[in-house]
Nanobody, 116 residues
Framework: QVQLVESGGGLVQAGGSLRLSCAAS????????MGWYRQAPGKQRELVAI???????NYANSVKGRFTISRDNNKNTVYLQMNSLKPEDTAVYYC??????????WGQGTRVTVSS
């Protein structure tokens, strides 16, 4: 089992910044990808950014150039630095970890609200 605990959400004005953190614990041996998804009210959950063990990253087009994902493997933590936030970034952000067997683990989510 893998446990993921997010932190860092909150309320911010448009143009501001937030940094999300996700600490992973448990059986991390087979985890190869960690990242962030989000779900806005009335919408489906969508990928925001993921980063593999090899260092490759994938970002949603809507966040490219504004968000940066990073991993500290020593601390088993993944971060999402969010700059130039927009009201449309308002959502619950979920940390995710994927194993080499394509099993997904999810955190409980942290809410990000961007006011205009």
């Amino acid at each position: 089992q893998v446990q993921l605990v997010e932190s860092g959400g909150g309320l911010v004005q448009a143009g501001g910044s937030l940094r999300l953190s996700c600490a992973a614990s448990g059986n991390l041996f087979n985890i190869n990808t960690m990242g962030w998804y989000r779900q806005a009210p009335g919408k489906q959950r969508e990928l925001v950014a993921i980063k593999s063990d090899s260092g490759s990253t994938n970002y949603a087009n809507s966040v490219k150039g504004r968000f940066t994902i990073s991993r500290d493997n020593n601390k088993n933590t993944v971060y999402l630095q969010m700059n130039s936030l927009k009201p449309e970034d308002t959502a619950v952000y979920y940390c995710a970890a994927t194993t080499t067997y394509s099993r997904n683990y999810w955190g409980q989510g942290t809410r990000v609200t961007v006011s205009s």
